[in-house]
């Protein structure tokens, strides 16, 4: 197997994991799947790490069964290790004191961060899905979802996306947590021109095409 091209989908995963964790940090919301892990976890007492791998795993049995073709090193990556990676950037900013909380007053950061945190998501994003090394469980759903039913993929992915957020939306408010906000809102219906451009001009070139 290319290792470049694993080493690509592997720093595309560290990208995505660091812009969600930027994402936390503005009190804005995060990426629909991300929000809804994020307040089951909570609730349950577990890490998101833990609860995400989990989740992959469980949501990997029936992907694979009708689609071996998302099975890859990339899908692996995904499914094993971007929870902790969000995790890891975490604490490392909290380190630093850099939180949600130290910086829910200053919202003129939170908006500079909010747009980097985008930026990086989308650029990881790009990257990752260039590699075609295999597909998140999650990413999987809405092209099965087109193939065994017809039903357009984009509106597809639009309701999973929305079923994500209600999820992450109310087990936030039970646990007195931002899951979801404008960010979420954004992440899941305004990232695809600037994934685009990042295909176009930069991501392709990586990856050797």
Known sequence: MNRRLILMTTLGNIAIG??????NLTGFGI?????????????LGISLGVFQMFLNIVMYVPVLYLNRKAFG?????NLFLLGFIV??????FALFNI?????????????????????VLCFGC????DCNLGVAPYDAIAPLIEAKTGFPFKYARIGTDVICAIIGLVTGMIGHITTVGI???FVALGTGPIIDWYQRHITYRLIGR
Not at 87 to 92: H, I, L, M, R
Not at 126 to 129: E, G, I, N, R
């Open 18 to 23: 660091l812009g969600i964790a930027l994402l």
């Open 31 to 43: 990426d629909p799947f991300t929000s809804m892990t994020k307040g089951v976890s909570h609730l």
């Open 73 to 77: 090193i990339g899908a692996l990556i």
């Open 87 to 92: 995790e890891y950037f975490g604490k490392f």
């Open 99 to 119: 939180t949600e909380v130290s910086l829910s007053s200053l919202l003129a950061i939170r908006i500079v961060v909010l747009v980097i945190a985008i930026l």
């Open 126 to 129: 790009a990257l990752y899905m």
């Open 183 to 185: 960010a979420t809102l």
